[in-house]
């Protein structure tokens, strides 16, 4: 393999649920392959993507569960973009808040801006260090 390559939330699902036997096992050598040789990337909005369809209405996969399938995605070797906001994200998820989205973008104003946030959520209030600004 050559050359970075960007890895797509299907690939990294059929991984994950092995719902497709041929394709979970092609994302299986990609994805070490990749691993193996340091090209392959994964971006935050592939995440969001990914717990999108977890958590959604077909798999309804639990929030637990669904924060242990990101958490071996960043045990892969891959690169994710953003890896420590990532991480500081499920770190979140899993201990103050169930709205993945929505604990990403805390991970990244904790990061940014000091935990400040412009927003009408008030679901935002719940996650330490993050300050809410209502908008005026």
Do not use: K
């Amino acid at each position: 393999m050559s050359g970075t390559l960007l890895l797509d939330a299907n690939v990294l699902l059929r991984l994950l649920l092995g719902d497709d036997e041929e394709q979970a096992a092609s994302a299986l050598r990609l994805v070490e392959a990749a691993a193996a040789d340091g090209t392959g990337v994964v971006a935050a909005s592939t995440l969001n993507e990914v717990m999108f369809v977890l958590m959604g209405p077909r798999l309804r996969t639990p929030p637990l569960i669904a924060s242990r399938h990101l958490r071996t995605l960043l045990g892969l070797g891959l690169t994710i973009i953003d890896r420590d906001v990532v991480v500081r994200a499920v770190d979140i998820f899993e201990r103050h808040h169930r709205d993945w989205v929505d604990c990403l973008l805390a991970a990244y104003a904790l990061e940014l801006t000091d935990g400040r946030i412009a927003s009408f959520d008030r679901g935002l209030d719940r996650i330490p260090g993050v300050e809410r600004l209502t908008p005026a």
